[in-house]
T-cell receptor, first 113, second 111 residues
Framework: NAGVTQTPKFQVLKTGQSMTLQCAQD?????MYWYRQDPGMGLRLIYY???????DKGEVPNGYNVSRLNKREFSLRLESAAPSQTSVYFC????????????FGNGTRLTVT | GEDVEQSLFLSVREGDSSVINCTYT??????LYWYKQEPGAGLQLLTY?????DMKQDQRLTVLLNKKDKHLSLRIADTQTGDSAIYFC???????????FGAGTRLAVHP
């Protein structure tokens, strides 16, 4: 039982490059989320998908796009990376969106130079 | 807006109790959570408490909630080196799991 799987684990980009972070869950969860973690700031919600076919902005959506490809997969795209997007990115899923517990992946550490 | 605050660092001796504190601002929060993050890993849910409860105990973990002061604490009894991690407090104001996380408390356990 893999839970939430994120790829890649590490990535270095140059300013202006694009990339897609992949996330998949095998728990048949309805809701999926992307967070970023920065030192001293806790986790901040970038985008979420309450259910397959829907996506909504979180607290810090600027510079990102998402796709809920199917029930299992939720990807995060950086179209033109900036140094301010250097962070650790976590994908999470939950059975429902009503305060059911979040299950997190192990994160992607992204550095933008 | 909503805010969750925690002290950033706590150091305890192995075998002692650890108490990690958290304050939050949103009085409408339904659930309050404690997550644990070990190095290189994602966050794992440790425990949670409904806002209509004062206390919850789960083996070595005790959660205390003071709604009047909007204060949440996590007590770990008989702290072990394996408890060394970052502990995040989070509040759930509801609505598609829009949790508000604190910055995390790094717990260091020394012999």
């Amino acid at each position: 039982n893999a839970g939430v799987t994120q790829t890649p684990k590490f990535q270095v980009l140059k300013t202006g490059q694009s990339m897609t972070l992949q996330c998949a869950q095998d728990m048949n969860h309805n809701s999926m989320y992307w967070y970023r973690q920065d030192p001293g700031m806790g986790l901040r919600l970038i985008y979420y998908s309450a259910s397959e076919g829907t996506t909504d902005k979180g607290e810090v959506p600027n510079g990102y796009n998402v796709s809920r490809l199917n029930k299992r997969e939720f990807s995060l795209r950086l179209e033109s990376a900036a140094p301010s997007q250097t962070s650790v990115y976590f994908c999470a899923s939950s059975e429902r969106g009503d305060n059911s517990p979040l299950h997190f992946g192990n994160g992607t550490r992204l550095t933008v130079t | 807006g909503e805010d969750v605050e925690q002290s950033l660092f706590l150091s305890v001796r192995e075998g002692d109790s650890s108490v990690i504190n958290c304050t939050y601002t949103d009085s409408s929060s339904t659930y309050l959570y404690w997550y644990k993050q070990e190095p290189g890993a994602g966050l794992q849910l440790l425990t949670y408490i409904f806002s209509n409860m004062d206390m919850k105990q789960d083996q070595r973990l005790t959660v205390l909630l003071n709604k009047k002061d909007k204060h949440l604490s996590l007590r770990i009894a008989d702290t072990q080196t394996g408890d060394s991690a970052i502990y995040f407090c989070a509040e759930g104001p509801g609505g598609y799991n829009k949790l508000i996380f604190g910055a995390g408390t790094r717990l260091a356990v020394h012999p």
